[in-house]
Nanobody, 115 residues
Framework: QVQLVESGGGLVQAGGSLRLSCAAS????????MGWYRQAPGKQRELVAT???????NYADSVKGRFTISRDNAKNTVYLQMNSLKPEDTAIYYC?????????WGKGTLVTVSS
């Protein structure tokens, strides 16, 4: 079993910043990729950003230039630095970890951006 603990969500004004963290623990032998997804009210869950074990990153067009994903392989932790936040970034943000043959989701952390 793998446990994911997310932190860093909250309420912020438009233009502000937040940093999300997700620490993975448990039966982890090799993490292929880690990432963040989000789901706004009434919308489907969508990819925000991913990062592979070698550091290759991928971002949704809507967050490019504003969000930065990073990871600490020694700590099995992934981070999402979110700058220049907009009201449309309001959503529950979910951590996602891809192991060999298995994928895990965090419980989510709420990010609310006020205008």
């Amino acid at each position: 079993q793998v446990q994911l603990v997310e932190s860093g969500g909250g309420l912020v004004q438009a233009g502000g910043s937040l940093r999300l963290s997700c620490a993975a623990s448990g039966s982890i032998f090799s993490i292929n990729a880690m990432g963040w997804y989000r789901q706004a009210p009434g919308k489907q869950r969508e990819l925000v950003a991913t990062i592979t074990s070698s550091g290759s990153t991928n971002y949704a067009d809507s967050v490019k230039g504003r969000f930065t994903i990073s990871r600490d392989n020694a700590k099995n932790t992934v981070y999402l630095q979110m700058n220049s936040l907009k009201p449309e970034d309001t959503a529950i943000y979910y951590c996602h970890v891809l192991l060999v043959g298995m994928a895990y989701w965090g419980k989510g952390t709420l990010v609310t951006v006020s205008s």
